[in-house]
C-alpha cells in the first residue's frame, strides 16, 4: 500500500489483501471447532474475535501517536503505520506458522496418546474432525441447508451496518462536533465496548445452557434499538447518538454465534466447511455495499447511513430467531419420532463423517 499512488494500483493491492485475508475467519472457525468441545467453543470463538476491538483500539493509538511526528518526515506519516501494522502481522505470521497446529491430530506439541485424548474430547461434539475426502453430497447439502440460508442472509445484513461502522466511524464521529484527536480516542470506546459484549456474551452462553440464540437475539435487540436511537435522536442530543454508535458494537456477539453455529451445529467436514466460506463472503459483500449508504452530502446527519444500520440489524435479529424456531422444532421432531438421542452412537456417526441431517442422534445446541 505503501508504493500505491493512484487509485487504481491502491484498488489491486487492496483486492490482493483481500484474497489473502479471506481464509482468516472461516480457518479459525473450523479450528476452534476441532479443538475445543460444543461448551467451550462459544467463549473461545468470542475471544479470539475481540481480537477486533483489541486492533482498533491499538491501531488508533498507533495513529494518533504517529499524527504527532512532524508532517516533513520520510516515510510519510501515513506510510509508517503500514510498515508498523505491516511489519507485525508479518512477524506474527512466522509464530503462527510455526506453533499453531489446525488440529490435535497433527499437533507436534502432543505426543501419540495425548493427541488421542484430545480428539477423543471433541468427538463428543458429534460434528467430527478435520479430514480431506470432498463429499459432493455436501456441498449441494451445503447450499440448500436452512441454517446456512439463515446465517448467510444475517451476516450479509449485518455486515453492511458493519461496513459503516469500520469504515466511516472516525467520519462520522468527527461530524458530531470533535476534533481529529478526540475523534481517535472516542472511537476506540467503540471498539471497548465490543470486546466487553463478546466476554459477557460468551460467558453466558458459557454457563447458561441453551442460550446461544437467545444471548444474540439481546445483543440484537440492544444493537437495533441504538440503530434506531442514532437514526431518530434529536441532531443536538450529541452524546446520546454517540453512545448509541458505540452500543452498535454489541452486534459482534450476534456475528460471533452465527460462527459458533457452524461449529456446534453443522456436521460434516465438507457440509461445515462450504457454509463457512459462504457465510464469509456473506460478509464480505456486506462490507463491500456498506460504504455505499454514506453520502457525503448528508453529512453531518447521515440519515442514510443509520437508517441503514437500523434495517440491517433488523433483518438479522429476525434471521437469529428464525434459526431458534427451526432448531427448537427439529430437535422436538426428532424427539419424539427417534426418542432420546444415543450420545455414543453419535460420537461415532461424526467421525465417520456423517452430517446432522443423516445422524438422527443429533441435537442442535440451542
Same mark, same amino acid.
Given at each position: ?168 466511524? /472516525?467520519? *462520522?464521529?468527527?461530524? @458530531?462536533?470533535?476534533? &481529529?484527536? #478526540? ?5 476506540? $470506546?467503540?471498539? =471497548? ?66 460462527? /459458533?453455529? *457452524?461449529?456446534?451445529? @453443522?456436521?460434516?467436514? &465438507?457440509? #461445515? ?5 459462504? $457465510?464469509?463472503? =456473506? ?84
Amino acid at each position: 500500500m505503501t508504493q500505491s499512488r493512484d487509485y487504481s494500483s491502491a484498488l489491486a493491492v487492496r483486492f490482493i489483501m483481500g484474497v489473502f485475508e479471506a481464509a482468516v475467519t472461516p480457518g479459525l472457525t473450523l479450528m476452534t471447532g476441532f479443538w475445543y468441545t460444543r461448551r467451550e467453543i462459544p467463549l473461545r470463538q468470542c475471544i479470539w474475535y475481540s481480537s477486533l476491538g483489541w486492533g482498533g483500539i491499538v491501531g488508533s493509538y498507533i495513529s494518533m501517536g504517529v499524527s504527532k511526528l512532524p508532517v516533513d518526515l520520510k516515510p510519510e506519516r501515513w506510510e509508517l503505520i503500514f510498515y508498523i501494522l505491516g511489519g507485525a502481522t508479518c512477524l506474527w505470521a512466522f509464530v503462527i506458522w510455526f506453533l499453531l497446529p489446525d488440529s490435535p491430530s497433527n499437533a507436534r506439541f502432543l505426543n501419540h496418546r495425548e493427541r488421542l485424548i484430545a480428539v477423543k474430547r471433541v468427538a463428543s461434539n458429534e460434528t467430527g474432525i478435520k479430514n480431506k475426502a470432498f463429499d459432493k453430497d455436501q456441498v449441494v447439502l451445503g447450499f440448500t441447508d436452512p441454517k446456512t440460508l439463515l446465517l448467510f442472509t444475517s451476516v450479509f445484513a449485518a455486515a453492511i451496518p458493519n461496513g459503516v461502522v469500520n469504515s466511516f466511524s /472516525t467520519i *462520522i464521529i468527527r461530524d @458530531m462536533g470533535f476534533s &481529529t484527536t #478526540r475523534t481517535t480516542q472516542l472511537k476506540s $470506546v467503540g471498539d =471497548a465496548v465490543q470486546i466487553i459484549g463478546l466476554i459477557i456474551g460468551g460467558s453466558i452462553i458459557l454457563n447458561v445452557p441453551n442460550s446461544r440464540l437467545l444471548t444474540a437475539t439481546a445483543a440484537n435487540m440492544l444493537c437495533t434499538i441504538s440503530a434506531a436511537c442514532m437514526a431518530y435522536l434529536p441532531r443536538d442530543n450529541t452524546w446520546g447518538r454517540l453512545v448509541c454508535f458505540w452500543l452498535v458494537n454489541t452486534q459482534s456477539v450476534g456475528f460471533t454465534v452465527s460462527l /459458533t453455529t *457452524i461449529s456446534s451445529n @453443522m456436521a460434516g467436514y &465438507t457440509h #461445515r466447511s462450504l457454509a463457512s466460506a459462504l $457465510v464469509f463472503t =456473506a460478509y464480505c459483500w456486506g462490507n463491500f455495499a456498506g460504504p455505499f449508504v454514506v453520502k457525503k452530502s448528508e453529512a453531518p446527519h447521515f440519515t442514510g447511513a443509520t437508517i441503514g444500520l437500523l434495517v440491517g440489524y433488523a433483518i438479522k435479529f429476525c434471521c437469529h430467531l428464525g434459526l431458534l424456531v427451526y432448531m427448537y422444532l427439529i430437535n422436538r421432531h426428532r424427539n419424539k419420532t427417534y426418542g432420546p438421542p444415543n450420545k455414543e452412537r453419535s460420537n461415532e456417526a461424526g467421525m465417520r463423517d456423517q452430517t446432522e441431517f443423516e445422524n438422527k442422534d443429533f441435537r442442535y445446541v440451542l
